[in-house]
């Protein structure tokens, strides 16, 4: 088995107008820079580096880590593709919010900057570094587009500091929240009784589409296919019809001709 390929992960900065080094840096940023860089390496990936032994360099303050195999093939292509907003590929979400976060921190942090540095002769990345001006990929996550669509279900309550409805759809265990402006409505006669047929505006999230910020925009005409009371009528009226007939199938047997018809 090949050598894990070694990556240094490094931060410089200065502390009380002195440079962070190993020798002048604060613990709590040092320790978390130490699990910041766990987590960039393993991402979404199940692990730990408790055991992986690292070097720590002089300079900056720096880690050199030795990638595990199991996680190097996808840790560099998230490094390839972090900084190339053309990319099809999403880095990994995990890894994504470690380099944004460190974006947002440089940017507010005079003369910090974060490194990403492949140490192999032969690396598939380029050498990253991360400060208020690097141009970093946007996580899909924060991604909303504003949406119109069609809610089927029934109305539960309604109450909040706002007028919202809380409707139960067919197919959705917990109910979903709408806003409701009651005033650019037309009143909808009995809201609380049998399913609804709602427009409403949205936000909905391109990569998980889970919505939010629902406002009811119109009641729409609804009618069932199943009627429930005119199903009830029915079924009571078929009792009724078949009250004085003891064995229905042996009935059905008899107008055949006999059992064996």
């Known amino acids: 088995m090949a050598a894990p390929e070694p990556v240094e992960f490094a931060f410089q900065g200065e502390v009380n107008d002195m440079p962070i080094s190993p020798a002048n840096v604060p613990f709590g940023l040092m320790r978390k820079f130490h699990d910041e860089v766990e987590q960039l390496v393993l991402g979404s990936n199940q ?3 408790t055991d992986t032994i690292v070097q720590v360099r002089d300079g900056s303050y720096g880690l050199v880590v030795p990638i595990p195999e199991n996680v190097r093939e996808s840790f560099e ?3 390839l593709v972090a900084t190339e907003p053309d990319e099809a590929a999403m880095p990994d979400p995990e890894r994504l ?7 947002r921190r440089a940017t507010f942090e005079k003369n910090l900057a974060y490194f990403v540095r492949p140490q192999a002769e032969r690396a598939r990345f380029r050498s990253l570094r991360i400060d208020g001006q690097t141009k970093l990929r946007r996580s899909q996550d924060d991604r909303w587009i504003s949406v119109e669509l069609m809610l089927l279900g029934r109305l539960l309550e309604a109450g909040g500091q706002k007028t919202n409805i809380h409707v139960r759809m067919r197919d959705q265990p917990q109910s979903v929240i709408v806003a409701v402006d ?7 006669p009995y809201p609380f009784s049998g399913e609804k047929l709602l427009r409403v505006s949205a936000e909905r999230n391109e990569r998980t589409r889970v919505l939010r910020k629902l406002h009811l925009l119109e009641f729409m005409p609804y009618r069932p296919e199943f009627d429930e009371a005119a199903f009830a009528r029915m ?3 078929g009792a009724k019809a ?4 003891p ?3 042996a009935w ?3 107008q055949r001709g006999g059992q064996d018809a």
């Not at 919010?97 to 974006?103: A, C, H, M, V």
């Not at 009651?182 to 909808?188: D, G, I, K, N, T």
């Not at 078949?242 to 007939?245: G, H, K, N």
């Open 47 to 49: 692990g730990s580096l």
């Open 77 to 79: 292509r998230d490094m």
């Open 97 to 103: 919010s470690i380099l944004l976060g460190w974006q």
């Open 182 to 188: 009651w005033s650019q409505l037309e009143r909808e």
């Open 235 to 237: 079924t009571e009226a």
């Open 242 to 245: 078949w009250q004085d007939v």
């Open 247 to 249: 064995d229905a199938a």
């Open 252 to 254: 059905v047997r008899e």
